[in-house]
């Protein structure tokens, strides 16, 4: 099946997210779509699943113009679409959330799950999703959710699948399978839209590449003739600079000490194995390490967000261990969550109302009993110029920005503060590599002014370019460090610790 956009455009109130878009979708191909955060990506494709209606343009789909009125239509023309925040019920099995609104019902008109079970399990075996069945939303990675996203458009017969940064949430090991599972679809005929800010993934699986700017077509490019560093220009209009610049730094006092701390989660298990570290003044460590191995549990710890067992957490020489999430914010410590809708911001408020969620009742915000809303406009309005959060205005709900800059928001109000001690996990999932370039250097600027800097990142390109240390996790338990000045680090060496290899083979580790 091949799908044209012929003209679209469309307006949000005075931004003009598409601007006559030409695009041509061609079965048992892989279209990859790049641009910068609010280019107009996410919104081009919510028309062509039929959420969006456009403002003008059409949708043509082998040579017939078509028009939908909601996503039900999209879905009845063979058009899926995977959004970029996933859309399942935790507390369903897998097939009762991929029949969800399309369920087969017997001779009777009751459910017929074992019905659904079965073209489930039939979906799973043709294309190598491996996804089980029975098992509950909330208990599977997200690598696994994701894919019950994929069965869920194929078991409405899509034959366009539409997937919006599918691999920002995934571990490297399961980009691979991923990328596995676009081929096999892709040899089956159909026609896939991939989006992502990874320049090495669009190279890696599309057969073409389109570039957005400014809610326009810019560029047209054919992976095998393109580099990263062609893709980065096309997309942002400047050369951008993939390798940190920093110089050697000047760790001092100790800002953040952690002894023998141990968490169990629900079930008593040991989450955070009696880890030690310590964040020093003016240095960046990093925390490496295969997701789910405790570092969500590690920076909910430091910032006060679940509590510990054991051990002593010393913040600043002060011990904090049974602080409030409040007092140590207030004490200087900032926190970029890893998973921006749960814990960074809340989407129904304004930007404005983001930019101070969690300091608002400060000094600096009020007039007697009072929040002084000009001031926070004024200053919510500075932090969207310098992180660039694009955005006509700060009294729009925070909802409305493109995903990349609600990820800008939340990292400009933590950094734009007096701190102490940023802890920063995962800071840049869902930036272009322009965005990612300046909160890099952000970074680097809060630790040469003296702060320590935690970062927490599942990219290892990430911690190996910004860390001057680096500890390894792996089952709850640091288990390597790692000396990284001047980038000294031995990568082999940290990426077998991410493993488990065991003590002997990481000898790069230092005492
Ligand atoms: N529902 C909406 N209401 C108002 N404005 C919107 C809405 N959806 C998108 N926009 C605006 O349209 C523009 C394009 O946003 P879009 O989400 O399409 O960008 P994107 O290319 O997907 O970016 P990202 O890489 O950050 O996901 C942005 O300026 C955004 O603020
Ligand atoms: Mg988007």
Redesign the pocket.
């Known amino acids: 099946m091949d799908v044209e956009l012929r003209g679209i455009t ?1 307006r ?2 005075t ?4 601007d006559n878009v030409n695009l041509m979708i061609r079965g048992g191909e892989v279209l990859g779509l790049l ?12 028309i062509l699943s039929g959420l ?1 209606s456009p403002d003008a343009g059409e949708i043509v789909i082998d040579g017939k113009a078509v028009a939908f009125e909601g996503p039900g239509d999209g879905i009845a023309a063979g058009i899926g679409m995977v959004h ?1 925040h996933f859309m399942l019920v935790p507390v369903f099995t897998v097939a009762e959330n991929v029949v969800l609104g399309v369920e087969p019902t017997g001779a009777l008109g009751h459910l017929d799950l074992k019905k659904a079970r079965a073209e489930v399990e039939e979906i799973n075996e043709k294309y190598g999703l491996h996804v089980p069945a029975d098992a509950l939303i909330e208990d599977l990675p997200v690598g696994i959710q994701q894919r019950v996203e994929i069965l869920k458009v194929l078991f409405r017969e899509a034959d366009v699948l539409i997937l ?2 599918p691999t920002a949430v995934l571990t490297p090991q399961e980009v691979e399978e991923f990328f596995g599972i676009v081929r096999s679809l892709k040899e089956a005929g159909k026609a896939i839209v991939f ?1 992502t ?1 990874k320049l090495h993934e669009i190279l890696a699986v599309s057969d073409r590449i389109n570039v ?1 700017r400014q ?1 326009r077509i810019t560029g047209e490019g054919d992976p095998k003739a393109l580099s990263e560093a062609d893709l980065a220009e096309m997309m942002v209009g400047r050369p951008v600079s993939f390798t940190v610049d920093k110089a050697v730094a000047q760790p001092g006092k100790p800002m953040l000490e952690m002894r023998n701390v141990v968490m169990l989660d629900d079930g008593d298990d040991l989450v955070l194995d009696h880890v030690s570290l310590t964040v020093r003044s003016g240095e960046v460590l990093g925390v490496a390490g295969v997701q789910g191995n405790g570092q969500t549990e590690l920076v909910e710890a430091i910032a006060g967000l679940e509590r510990t067992a054991s051990g002593k957490i010393v913040f600043d020489g002060e011990d904090i261990t049974h602080a409030s999430v409040r007092e140590r914010h207030r004490q200087g410590m900032a926190h970029i969550p890893e998973d921006r809708h749960r814990m960074g911001m809340i989407a129904t408020f304004t930007i404005a109302e983001n930019m101070v969620l969690n300091s608002y009742y400060d000094e600096e915000y009020t007039r007697g009993l009072s929040v002084d809303w000009g001031h926070v406009q004024e200053t919510a309005a500075a932090f969207c110029v310098d992180f660039d959060v ?3 205005s700060v009294f ?2 925070a ?9 800008k928001m939340v990292v400009a109000r933590e950094l734009e503060r007096q701190t102490k001690l940023v802890i920063a996990s995962q800071p840049t999932r ?3 590599v322009g965005s990612i370039e300046y909160i890099h250097k952000r970074l680097i600027q809060s630790r040469d002014e003296g702060d320590g800097v935690m970062i927490v990142s599942s990219e290892l390109d990430e911690i190996m370019g910004l860390s001057d240390r680096i500890v390894v996790m792996f089952e709850g338990k640091i288990v390597a460090e790692f000396d990284n000045t001047a980038g000294s680090a031995d990568r082999n060496a940290v990426g077998l610790a991410m493993a488990g290899a065991s003590g002997e083979t990481t000898s790069g580790a230092a005492a």
């Open positions: 469309k949000f109130g931004v003009l997210a598409n641009g910068e955060n609010g280019a107009g990506k996410s919104t081009m494709m919510n969006y970029q919006d940064e989006i800010h957005l809610g694009r955005t006509p729009l709900p909802g409305n920005l493109s995903g990349g800059n609600q990820q869902g930036l272009d």
